[in-house]
């Protein structure tokens, strides 16, 4: 194991996890207050790059997983922005933002996101990324770490058989996708996971950024395994363990997941976050 790796069973967070429920239902959702957000276009990399941003105080930047858009992020937007700036955009080709003929690849939405914070005239900031997004946080660490304060990285993986489906798919000899571009979003997104990323054990471990590499317990798509080497890797790595969740738990326990976010990046103890929680 290199450096010292932090193994957080999110039990430790049992004392807030109990004050709220386990899912939030839309009708939930859509009751909850979104603070006022400015949207707009910002032109990087050769597209139109759609974000959002809201709140005041230190930044956040939230990164969506694949074939999804910011909207993942709207029910975590009144707990997260009461105390910091965040910004949330759609990836290359996703949402409303634009895309090139290039193939998408991971280091090219990093690039994306990098040329977003330079638009914004954003120095650092915290980056909390979801399954792609994690990956995007990940590539953005090894290759542009003076932008980063801290990286929470979620359901992300390292090599494409880190992705169970596609980890199955090699095993049984099934035909991968070739990484080019295709009209459809849908078939380039996938034949982005069936070949990316190729994160080398050398480039985890070069990572000097404070990162907390997380996972549900109940995550189908990534192992926990997959998800332990990662941390591993990292020096000084947090690995964070979220209960009752699976790889969709920003949408399915929003709440549990901004708390653990906050935890992490403004180092409230259970306490703390257990009573930020009750008051929601």
Known sequence: MKGKTTLTIAALLIGF???FPSTVSPERIA???IPASPAAFAEVNGIEMYYRIVGEGSPILLIP???SDQHVWDAQLPILARDHTVIVADSRGQGRSTRTDDPITY???ADDYVALLDFLHIDK???V???DGGIIGLDIAMRYPERLTSLF???ANVTPDGNTGYAEARAEGKPIPELRHYESIDK???ALWANEPNFTDEDLSGISVRTAIVIGDRDTAITREHTEFIASQIPGAELIILPDAGHGVPVENPRLYAHTVLRFIDGKNAEETKTASRKN
């Open 65 to 67: 997983g694949g074939l």
């Open 153 to 155: 990285a979620q359901a």
């Open 125 to 127: 900031v915290d980056l």
């Open 129 to 131: 990324g979801w399954s």
């Open 17 to 19: 996890v109990l004050s």
């Open 188 to 190: 380039e997104i996938h």
């Open 31 to 33: 009751r909850m207050t």
């Open 107 to 109: 280091g090219l939405m």
